[in-house]
């Protein structure tokens, strides 16, 4: 997924789920804690790596699992540790809201593209380099 940001407020990149039913996930760029976040089982998992983008600069971002492990990449580059958590990601039948939390609130201001959701592969586990796509705004 790739992204640049035109504030630095809080918002929803890619989520799912509803929290009344706790089968949800969101992953979150926390402005508050400069923080790259991945949440699920109605945030009773939160994973998060310390981020400072710039705004108005293009950024591929993922993050990926690989059995228990959580990594979280910028650009191809892992930021932080990596992160060990075995709770499973509930499966649900919810609509996938981009760029606003799954309730519609808290929106991106700026820009989502290419945005990619990959189940049952990590497609990266070690540094590595972006694919090279256009970064045309969606």
């Known amino acids: 997924t790739?992204?640049?940001?035109?504030?630095?407020?809080?918002?929803?990149?890619?989520?799912?789920?509803s929290s009344l039913d706790g089968d949800n996930w969101c992953l979150i760029y926390n402005a508050a804690l400069s923080a790259l976040r991945f949440l699920h089982t109605d945030a009773s998992v939160v994973l998060?790596?310390?981020?400072?983008?710039?705004?108005?600069?293009?950024?591929?971002?993922?993050?990926v699992r690989s059995g228990n492990s959580w990594y979280h990449f910028v650009d191809g580059v892992q930021i932080g540790s990596t992160l060990t958590d075995a709770t499973s990601v509930q499966a649900n039948n919810a609509t996938v809201a981009?760029?606003?939390?799954?309730?519609g609130q808290t929106s991106l201001n700026g820009h989502l593209a290419s945005v990619r959701i990959?189940?049952?592969?990590?497609?990266?586990?070690?540094?590595?380099?972006?694919?090279?796509?256009?970064?045309?705004?969606?």
């Open 98 to 103: 981009i760029g606003a939390f799954n309730d």
């Open 2 to 17: 790739r992204i640049r940001l035109a504030a630095d407020t809080s918002a929803g990149l890619v989520c799912a789920g």
């Open 48 to 63: 998060d790596q310390t981020w400072n983008p710039s705004l108005n600069t293009w950024y591929h971002i993922a993050i």
């Open 118 to 138: 990959k189940k049952g592969e990590a497609l990266w586990t070690a540094n590595f380099t972006p694919p090279s796509l256009p970064l045309t705004p969606c």
